[in-house]
């Protein structure tokens, strides 16, 4: 059973930025597929970026290329998030997830296998 830790949430003005934090109880997350998804009250979870395990490659939501950038420490236990330009439409509960299959590309949440608790980020305008 893989477990995933998120930490960094909370409240920023329009314009902040913050930076989200996995932390994973493996070795390595070399061979599984990281994403971090997200979601608001009343909609549905929502794909925000993906990390390749092994290879690096990553997927950006639309909504979120040029300001959200996914990052990774060196021994492959921690998974960042950093949110730059953040707006109010940001604001949602973000979700950590690993799915252990390796050189996938799917955005789906209903792909991956293990998440996080949640960390609550909100954006005041």
């Known amino acids: 059973q893989v477990q995933l830790v998120e930490s960094g949430g909370g409240v920023v003005q329009a314009g902040g930025s913050l930076r989200l934090s996995c932390a994973l109880s493996v070795r390595t997350f070399s061979g599984y597929r990281m994403g971090w998804f997200r979601q608001a009250p009343g909609k549905e979870r929502e794909f925000v970026v993906a990390?390749?395990?092994?290879?690096?490659?990553?997927t950006y939501a639309d909504s979120v290329k040029g300001r959200f950038t996914i990052s990774n420490d060196n021994l492959k236990t921690t998974v960042y998030l950093q949110m730059h330009s953040l707006k109010p439409e940001d604001t949602a509960v973000y979700y950590c997830?690993?799915?252990?299959?390796?050189?996938?590309?799917?955005?789906?949440?209903?792909?991956?296998?293990?998440w996080g608790q949640g960390t609550q980020v909100t954006v005041s305008s």
């Open positions: 997830a690993a799915d252990p299959c390796n050189f996938c590309t799917t955005t789906s949440p209903t792909d991956f296998k293990y």
């Open positions: 990390l390749e395990g092994s290879g690096g490659d990553t």
